[in-house]
């Protein structure tokens, strides 16, 4: 868990396994590319590269916890005979699952109509059917009939269940009856850790400063500590905004851009890091992540409280299938959405598939989160998968995002899997995409990683100019093969400051052309451009996890 571990002959030799384990197949080139090289020598504070290897449920574990099995749902009322509704009888078995401390509930195959949200609220609560393709839960309704209409707190008549809120909703009970609550009331919420009006927290303590990639922070009062607790590490902004152009990268560049009329995206700030601790010694408390950040005294860091999470739960081997309705207008979406994770924090998504929806699966101010084989069918979605309102150190691998099954209405939108709203560290890996595109909503996402994907890339990336640039530093495409030749955010070399892109197919401009945020050299890498299969490693993010092992 420390720097100690990181030896050059543990580097190297890691470094050499992976390259030489992935050099199957008809490579074009013998050895790794440079920047892989460079990495390995620095890899938790490379300019370009983010380090990604702890991204996901309990820092990449590959197993997720199979607990007791205490309620099946057919013992509480449901029928699996596509017709009765069965909501309230999955959601009793749901809660008395969490009333008995956790397990497992349990959903046969067939299908079940539901005629409201299925929440999970409770802490170490899986939720399993007998697989994606003989379980099936039938939604007959959307958010906006359930919930209610669901404005922008930014103004505009858009609808937030475009980004927001599913059918299937992971988050805390208690955040999830605030948010709820307030939606009804037309109280328009912040929906992260610290509540509707981001006032629901204490300091612990302040922190002293530290460099990005440090995996131990010195604190003035450790009493409030203990191996395992999750904190929330609290970055403010200063006048100048040295925050966001640290985000940034730092320069000239960002030094020049104009943040004060950004006023979407300043309101993301304070940046909050969720992480557990891993061990206290006295005033120093080493956590299971390096930082993300440079912490510096200008930015009033603080570990602090934050509300309580959802943690340990899942949802697992089901299909969630909508009615099936025509797509809404762009941002008028009624909300026939996924499987959405909020507030959550080592919770994961297994052998899930989502059809007929507006949008596909959801990370809301969710980090340590995994989403494993997974998949988007159906009629077409304006987000299949977005990631946004500060969610960091997630994992989606193994995704496919299937082609629509009826043409796109007009005044329609397809997205792709987004990311925005300050969120980074997070890792999309293993993709088939048969549309979308590598969707950045601005919000200045930093340090995320798109590696080992297939994409056809029809999508249009979205995001208001209010909310500022489109990527942060140390944004990272590897191994990218674009079917159509389309760029979109694909090739990132002029665009994205201090990143890389490594290994993707040729590509050519279409009618949304992009130009870059920040002037001057933006100090971002290109290597392999033309040769997807010859990048060795193949995939950035299981290489990076080898390295530690």
């Not at 809660?95 to 401390?101: E, I, K, M, S, W």
């Amino acid at each position: 868990m420390s720097n100690a571990h990181l030896t050059r002959r543990t580097l190297l030799a890691g470094a050499t396994a992976v390259a030489l384990g992935a050099a199957t197949g008809t490579a074009r080139v013998a050895e790794p590319p440079a920047l892989w090289r460079e990495f390995t020598r620095t890899p938790l504070t490379h300019p370009q590269i983010p380090y990604i290897g702890r991204a996901g449920y309990r820092a990449g574990a590959v197993r997720f916890p199979r607990p007791r099995v205490v309620a099946d749902v057919t013992a509480y009322g449901a029928v699996p005979d596509g017709t009765t509704d069965c909501a309230p009888a999955i959601n009793r078995a749901i809660a008395a699952a969490g009333r008995a401390g956790g397990g497992t509930v349990t959903i046969p195959p067939g299908t079940y109509r539901i005629d409201d949200v299925i929440r999970l609220g409770d802490s170490n609560v899986v939720l399993r059917g007998a697989g994606s393709g003989r379980t099936t839960l039938y939604a007959t309704k959307n958010l906006t009939e359930l919930i209610g209409v669901y404005g922008s707190r930014y103004g505009g008549d858009k609808s937030s269940w475009s980004w927001a809120g599913g059918l299937i909703w992971l988050a805390p009970r208690a955040r999830w009856d605030s948010l709820t609550a307030a939606i009804r009331d037309r109280a328009w919420p912040f929906e992260g850790w610290t509540g509707n009006r981001r006032d629901e927290w204490t300091t612990l303590t302040t922190v002293a400063p530290a460099k990005r990639g440090s995996w131990t922070v010195t604190v003035a009062d450790a009493s409030a500590f203990r191996p395992g607790r999750l904190v929330l590490l609290r970055l403010a902004d200063d006048a100048a905004h040295t925050l966001l152009q640290h985000m940034a990268g730092d320069g000239p560049g960002p030094a020049a851009y104009v943040w004060d009329d950004k006023t979407k995206l300043t309101s993301y700030v304070p940046y909050e890091w969720p992480v557990r601790v891993h061990r206290v010694h006295g005033r120093r408390v080493t956590l299971e992540r390096p930082l993300p950040l440079d912490i510096r005294p200008e930015w009033d860091p603080r570990l602090t409280t934050h509300v309580t999470e959802l943690t340990g739960s899942g949802v697992e081997g089901l299909t969630l299938e909508a009615v099936q309705t025509p797509q809404s207008p762009h941002l008028l979406d009624k909300g026939y959405n996924g499987v959405v994770l909020q507030c959550a924090y080592d919770c994961w998504v297994d052998d899930v598939t989502v059809r007929h929806v507006d949008n596909g699966f959801g990370l809301v101010a969710a980090s340590a989160c995994t989403l494993r084989r997974t998949r988007v069918a159906g009629r077409g979605s304006h987000h299949p998968y977005f990631c946004r309102e500060g969610s960091h150190d997630n994992l989606v691998e193994d995704f496919t995002i299937e082609e629509r099954t009826v043409p796109a209405p007009a005044n329609t939108q397809l997205h792709g899997i987004n990311v925005e709203g300050l969120s980074s560290s997070n890792v999309w890996s293993r993709g088939d995409m048969r549309m979308g595109t590598f969707d950045s909503h601005r919000g200045l996402p930093f340090a995320n990683v798109r590696t080992d994907i297939t994409v056809d890339n029809n999508g249009r990336h979205g995001g208001d100019a209010s909310a500022g640039p489109l990527f942060g530093a140390r944004f990272t495409h590897w191994n990218i093969r674009v079917t159509n030749g389309r760029a979109g955010l694909v090739k990132i070399d002029g665009l994205a400051p201090y990143s890389a892109t490594v290994g993707i197919d040729e590509v050519r401009e279409f009618d949304q052309t992009d130009v870059p945020d920040f002037t001057g050299d933006l100090h971002s890498r290109l290597e392999l451009y033309g040769t997807p299969d010859a990048v060795r490693p193949r995939n950035l993010y299981e290489a990076q996890r080898a390295l530690l092992r």
